[in-house]
């Protein structure tokens, strides 16, 4: 079926789909690619499942254990307007991933004795805005700045420039703003830090940062399918991304209508989200990193996967350009990007797992520990949220509350946070899993239930179910909380009228 054309019209693309999301395509590797056959088999089986729950229609894997490449694997469709299956060769938009490597090339100037971490962004970059000046490296890296974020004046949808005419008036605009918090208080991922990183990385290396990520990773890692591009360049072999989306021209699609998805990264924004890979690629800049092949030092590499702080000295869920995981065995670090990419370092174990995806919505962030376990099999336990999601999946999700006390029984140190437990419900709210999202909301209400945030999460999946009276309680709630709360406020003001 690899020749036969697709023919017109939705609903045959559609049909094909539905008919070949585990159609697996063997990759033509060299032996050192090649893993053991049992780990090999057990994950393709776990793989093509997911495909067919997400309904995903290509996906790349690769595992890196002990400095090698381990597996690489590729499966389903490249593109299904032409029946194009994806290969090893297939080039993937990796999204919110490019920030790991924006970390990289901020530490390769750190060791060049380029830049402080604890400096403030003034140091390095001149004509900020007063509130700007005093963040300091570490704070934009992790995404404590309390500065506005720049998507709020592009494009809604796409990211683009439409209606500014030049990221220079983008700029502009966005340094106009107010802060959307004290530097240092909360966290909130934000696209402006990684645009002021890539104008030092610009100013400090005398030369754009896309050169230097060329010249000082994808070289010398040998990476040679990796690019900086978006939906408006041509770039070969590349597997467009797809989306489902529930409405389109005033239509409502209860299973979600497969459409291509569009995006704009205009070249300042390109240390946030501008890359496009392999799975095979990004297995060799892993390999790289832990090698000291691209930071010099162990040292370097640890720093970068070190979380920062907030002003009261607790640790945030950011490391530099990476997400950490200080679980109590088998600690992970991990990049995920647009909700179709992602991986994951177990520096522990010696061993990294690359899932690339052409569906945003895929979100491999949620079984990538699941794929680590037919390697370890210890890792999917040491995750709380792995370990809960695989029973709830089991047993049903109106059994969260049930499950988390057993698990607890069992393991005194299982403890779940509450940022990994609304994440994960956003995420199942964003696949159109209602029913799911709410338990899990729920879940971390019972467990956190001095948390203005997860009064705020609930409310807002209660809205969407079409539970006005009880959303309206739940931001009460939150808003007594956290008076601050302001977005709760505007809600809780419309539900009220």
């Not at 704009?264 to 392999?278: I, K, Y």
Request: proline share 6%.
């Amino acid at each position: 079926m690899t020749g036969k054309k697709i023919s017109r019209g939705a609903a045959v693309a559609l049909c094909l789909l539905a008919g070949l999301l585990a159609h697996g395509q063997q990759p033509v590797a060299p032996a050192a690619t090649t893993a053991a056959p049992l780990p090999a088999a057990g994950l393709e089986t776990m793989l093509r499942r997911v495909m067919q729950e997400r309904r995903i229609p290509g996906l790349q894997v690769a595992v890196v254990q002990h400095g090698r490449v381990a597996l690489l694997q590729s499966y389903g469709w490249a593109n299904l307007q032409d029946s194009i299956p994806v290969t090893n060769q297939s080039i993937f938009a990796i999204n919110s991933c490019t920030k790991a490597f924006t970390g990289v090339a901020v530490m390769q100037l750190v060791e060049a004795g380029k830049v402080a971490l604890t400096a403030p962004v003034s140091r390095y970059l001149d004509g900020l805005p007063a509130a700007w000046q005093p963040v300091t490296i570490r704070q934009l890296l992790t995404h404590v700045s309390g500065l506005p974020d720049v998507l709020r004046v592009l494009s809604p949808g796409t990211g683009g420039l439409a209606g500014l005419g030049s990221e220079a008036a983008a700029w502009a605009k966005v340094q106009a703003l107010p802060m959307d918090f004290v530097t240092g208080e909360q966290f909130s991922y934000n696209q402006t830090n990684y645009l002021l990183l890539g104008k030092i990385i610009d100013k400090l290396s005398g030369q754009p940062f896309a050169q230097v990520f060329s010249e000082r990773q994808f070289r010398v890692a040998a990476m040679p399918r990796t690019v900086f591009a978006d939906s408006r360049e041509v770039i070969p072999h590349l597997a467009p991304t797809y989306k489902y989306e529930t409405s389109l021209d005033g239509q409502k699609f209860s299973e979600g209508k497969l459409t291509n998805s569009y995006a704009e990264f205009p070249p300042s924004r390109r240390t946030a989200s501008g890359l496009n890979s392999t799975a095979e690629d990004v297995a060799h800049w892993l390999i790289a990193l832990q090698q000291g092949r691209l930071l010099s030092t162990k040292t370097a590499l640890n720093t970068l996967w070190t979380a920062g702080t907030y002003n009261n000295g607790t640790p945030t869920q950011w490391a530099l350009g990476w997400v950490a995981k200080p679980r109590a065995r088998h600690r992970a670090v991990i990049a995920t990007g647009g909700g179709r990419s992602a991986f994951f370092v177990y520096p522990q174990d010696d061993l990294a797992v690359v899932v690339l995806t052409n569906l945003a919505g895929a979100y491999p962030e949620d079984f990538i520990d699941e794929a680590a376990g037919y390697f370890n099999p210890e890792i999917p336990a040491s995750d709380p949220i792995t370990a809960l999601r695989m029973q709830l999946q089991k047993r049903g999700f109106d059994q969260a509350s049930a499950v988390f006390k057993e698990l607890k029984k069992k393991d005194k140190s299982f403890a779940p946070s509450e940022v990994d437990l609304n994440d994960w419900a956003y995420r199942m709210m964003a696949n159109r899993q209602l029913k799911e999202a709410l338990a899990v909301f729920k879940l971390t209400l019972e467990l956190y239930p001095r948390s203005w945030n997860a009064y705020d999460s609930y409310g807002e999946a209660l809205v969407k179910s079409g539970q006005p009276e009880q959303a309206t309680a739940m931001y009460q709630k939150s808003v007594e909380l956290n008076p601050d709360n302001q977005n709760g406020k505007r809600i809780l003001e419309q539900l009220l009228k």
